[in-house]
Structures are given as structure tokens and as C-alpha cells.
């Protein structure tokens, strides 16, 4: 299918849902005129060629649960109305051309589960007031321009599983909170983050990845790693880690890879430590 959305969709006053998902040849931009559809819900356009800004005034929508606009050709800025969207569940904005920063009252969508952003030219911080979305469980936040530091107070929130923030420039050192949170799939690659490896994991530290690799880390890997209750893939290569790495679990099925390209570690699954 090719073509565009045609305005008169608009005179659909009672529209509920528009779902144009993965049609990959429709282009143009989106109407403004939606923003006077008052029973709109979802408006998901996954997948295709539409270019254009979001409507200014999406936030008009107040009934609007699902926007859905990833892999498409949308830029300009992440409007500031669309912090209005008091019913907004699912927000995926991901692989598009967005360019500016997140709203810095973005914690005004109390019921917002999944907040999936990758893939753009967004820059600035992390806004503190997303921290305190209690219902947020998904963020996404990689391949940005994203700056400054991790804030610890992720670490805190209630039901946040998934963490992706790798491929930006975030700087300073790694929140302790995140090592002990309710994060299970925690991708910190690709930053400039320094100091060392937070100490602290005990047996809430549940992780199915935790990927710091490509970062400026230092010092040793902490024991207290060990007793996490599991961790099934570890990066931690292309760091400047030194000293030997510990034994058990997790260590004991990982792979080499998972600790090439630092400055001195050893012991299995590397080169044997000399002894002293």
C-alpha cells in the first residue's frame, strides 16, 4: 500500500482507533486534525514512510492509551502537550528522526508502562520526574544523544524491568541503586561511564543481561557479583577492569568474550593469574 493519510479521516468523529501498522509504503504527514477526534484511543503507524513532525497539540487526545509512530521518517521535537496524555499506556516513538529533549515534566504520564524512544537524535537528560512514573516497566533510551549522569533514582522505581541507555554520552559512575533494583534487562554499553563497578549485588540482584561493555570502567570486578541470584549474559569487555575474576557463579559459564579488551584481568575463562 502506498499513498498517504488523507485529512478526511478527521470527519470520522467517532474513530476510535487508527492503526496503519507496517504498511511500509505510506508516507506524507500525519494530519493535525486528529487532535479533534475525541474518542481516539490508538493511533499506531509502526512501520512505514511517514514524515513530518507529531501534531503539536496531540495532547488534546486525553483518551488516547497506545501512540505508536516507530520506524518512520518523524522529526522535530517530542511535543510538549503530549505530557497532557493522562490515559497514555504505550509510547513508541523509536527509530525516527526526533531531535531535542524529553519534556522535563514527562512524569506527568502517571499510567505509562512502556516509554520505548531509541533510535533518534534526542539529547539533554534524563528528566528526574520520569523516575517517578510508578507503572513504567520498559525504557528505552538507546542510540540518543543523551548526557550527564545516570540517575540513581531509576534504581528506585517499583516495577522497572527493562533499562536500555546504551549508545549515548553518559558520563560519571554506575547508581549502586541499579545493581539491587527491580531492573532485570540492564544495557549500560556504548557511554563513557567511569569509576568502578558498583559493590552491593545480593540476592535481588536478578539480572537476564547486564551490559556494561564499551565504557571507561576501572578497578576490579566486585565479589559481591557472586551473589547475585543470577545473571544469564555478562558484558563487561572494552573497559579498563584489572584483577582476577572471581569464581561460581556466574562466571562459570561465561565466555571469554564477555571480558576481552580491559587493562589487566585474569583467571578463567582468561589467562591464568600469576602468582604473586
Known amino acids: 500500500m502506498t499513498g498517504h493519510i488523507a485529512p478526511a479521516i478527521c470527519d470520522l468523529t467517532r474513530l476510535s482507533a487508527i492503526t496503519i501498522a507496517d504498511w511500509k509504503g505510506i508516507s506524507g504527514e500525519i494530519p493535525t486534525c486528529i487532535t479533534r477526534l475525541p474518542f481516539l484511543r490508538t493511533l499506531d503507524l509502526i512501520g512505514n514512510q511517514i514524515s513530518g513532525r507529531i501534531p503539536n497539540d496531540i495532547g488534546r487526545l486525553h ?68 523516575t517517578r512514573i ?21 534504581g528506585r522505581m517499583a516495577v522497572l524491568a527493562t533499562l536500555n541507555l546504551d549508545g549515548n554520552k553518559f558520563s560519571g559512575e554506575i547508581p549502586q541503586t541499579l545493581m ?3 531492573v532485570m534487562n540492564l544495557n549500560l554499553s556504548r557511554n563513557t561511564l567511569q569509576g568502578k563497578i558498583p559493590e ?26 557472586s551473589g547475585a541470584s543470577f545473571i544469564g549474559h555478562l558484558d563487561l569487555s572494552h573497559n579498563h577492569l584489572c584483577g582476577r575474576i572471581p569464581v561460581g557463579s556466574p562466571f562459570s559459564h561465561l565466555e571469554a568474550a564477555s571480558f576481552m579488551y580491559n587493562d589487566c584481568l585474569c583467571g578463567k575463562p582468561l589467562r591464568a593469574c600469576l602468582k604473586n
Not at 505530557?83 to 506527568?108: A, C, Q, Y
Not at 525504557?139 to 544523544?145: E, F, P, W
Open 200 to 225: 552491593g549485588f545480593g540476592p535481588r540482584s536478578y539480572f537476564t543481561v547486564l551490559d556494561l561493555s564499551y565504557n571507561n570502567l576501572k578497578g576490579p570486578i566486585p565479589r559481591s557479583i
Open 134 to 154: 510508578y507503572r513504567l516497566a520498559d525504557v528505552d533510551l538507546s542510540g540518543n544523544q543523551l548526557y550527564g549522569p545516570i540517575p540513581p533514582s531509576l
Open 180 to 182: 539491587t533494583s527491580s
Open 63 to 130: 483518551r488516547l492509551a497506545v501512540l505508536n509512530v516507530a520506524d518512520n521518517r518523524i522529526s522535530g521535537s517530542i511535543p510538549k502537550s503530549l505530557t497532557n496524555l493522562s490515559s497514555l499506556m504505550h509510547l513508541d516513538l523509536r527509530n525516527n528522526l526526533i531531535s531535542g529533549v524529553i519534556p522535563p515534566d514527562f512524569g506527568r504520564l502517571t499510567m505509562l508502562s512502556r516509554a520505548l524512544l531509541s533510535g533518534n537524535r534526542i539529547t539533554g537528560r534524563i528528566p528526574e520526574s520520569l
